[in-house]
């Protein structure tokens, strides 16, 4: 099955900084690599997905970037405020299946 | 309103006494899923179902069960729980699978199993 691989796994900015958050995957055949955010005690919420046809995706502060031949892809949080601050998760997966990372905790600091 | 709602929200129970967690979706979504959170894990998919009758396994099916009998209901059933599913577990639907779409997420069910 696909294997998903985060880093890191906590990540301390100071507000107005970048985070770049890192992952790996190792099923060739996953296509889509979502990354979703869950604040404390919340629910997992998508914030930016690319398939593997893209390249680098953006939204406002937020971008995706992947490498379909490393088998990689990053998620860039530009000028970070004190609400970014949350477990990101990083997934890859087909259609159906999803599987995730294993988070990466955000802190931005005042 | 759309949403995915879970019960129960908290649920302690002992080893090997059947369980049931509901889940239900008020958006007609074909696609619902069954996750555990585990700390430093992440999500881990359990089954997944494509629609009403069609299911499938997940990464990590072992000692779960589920099924579709209607498109807005997708149960998981732990028959003889054991203290190793002590878990957040999260449902989740989308119109037709997880690519391009949004994934809904319930509100989390948090079980523990002594």
């Known amino acids: 099955g696909e294997n998903v691989e985060q880093h890191p796994s906590t990540l301390s900015v100071q507000e107005g900084d970048s985070a770049v958050i890192k992952c790996t995957y190792s099923?060739?055949?996953?296509?889509?690599f979502p990354w979703y955010k869950q604040e404390l005690g919340k629910r997992p919420q998508l914030i930016i997905d690319?398939?593997?046809?893209?390249g680098e995706k953006k939204d406002q502060r937020i971008a995706v970037t992947l490498n379909k031949t490393a088998k990689h892809f990053s998620l860039h949080i530009t000028e970070t405020q004190p609400e970014d601050s949350a477990v990101y998760f990083c997934?890859?997966?087909?259609?159906?299946?999803?599987?995730f990372g294993a988070g990466t905790t955000v802190t931005v600091r005042a | 309103e759309a949403q995915v709602t879970q019960n129960p929200r908290y649920l302690i129970t002992v080893t090997g006494k059947k369980l049931t967690v509901t889940c239900s979706q008020n958006?007609?979504?074909?696609?619902m899923s069954w996750y555990r959170q585990d700390p430093g894990l992440g999500l881990r998919q359990i089954y997944y179902?494509?629609?009403?009758?069609?299911?499938d396994k997940g990464d990590v099916p072992e000692g779960y069960k589920v099924s579709r009998k209607e498109k807005r209901n997708f149960p998981l059933i732990l028959e003889s729980p054991s203290p190793n599913q002590t878990s957040l577990y999260f449902c989740?639907?989308?119109?037709?699978?997880?690519?391009?779409?949004?994934?809904?997420f319930g509100s989390g069910t948090q079980l523990s199993v002594l």
């Open positions: 099923d060739s055949a996953s296509n889509y």
């Open positions: 690319i398939r593997s046809n893209v």
């Open positions: 989740a639907s989308s119109s037709t699978g997880v690519a391009n779409e949004k994934l809904f």
């Open positions: 958006m007609n979504h074909e696609y």
């Open positions: 997934a890859a997966g087909d259609d159906y299946k999803l599987s």
């Open positions: 179902s494509m629609n009403v009758e069609v299911t």
